[in-house]
């Protein structure tokens, strides 16, 4: 199995940045991709951005282009998503999720971006 531990999420104004952690720890070694997802409160889980383990491949949602950035600390098991410009619909609970033999998923962390 794979465990997964979010962390940085908080109470920022519209503007502002945050950055969101993952460590990952267990069976990290089936792990070829890691990213995050968000859900808004009434809204489904939506994907929001992934890197492959080499860091050589990031994906982004449209929403979220241009000012968030994906990255990852291989020797720390860690993956990181740095958020600019934050807006008041990037309010959501962020996940954590790693893709190997099985997908998992973190426990969350709640992004508030106040107007």
């Known amino acids: 199995q794979v465990q997964l531990v979010e962390s940085g999420g908080g109470l920022v104004q519209a503007g502002g940045s945050l950055r969101l952690s993952c460590a990952a720890s267990?069976?990290?070694?089936?792990?070829?991709?890691m990213g995050w997802a968000r859900q808004a409160p009434g809204k489904e889980r939506e994907f929001v951005a992934s890197i492959r383990r080499s860091g050589d491949s990031t994906l982004y949602a449209d929403s979220v282009k241009g000012r968030f950035t994906i990255s990852r600390d291989n020797a720390k098991n860690v993956v990181y998503l740095q958020m600019n410009s934050l807006k008041p619909e990037d309010t959501a609970v962020y996940y954590c999720?790693?893709?190997?033999?099985?997908?998992?998923w973190g426990q969350g962390t709640q992004v508030t971006v106040s107007s």
């Open positions: 267990g069976r990290t070694f089936s792990i070829y991709r």
């Open positions: 999720k790693s893709y190997g033999d099985y997908d998992y």
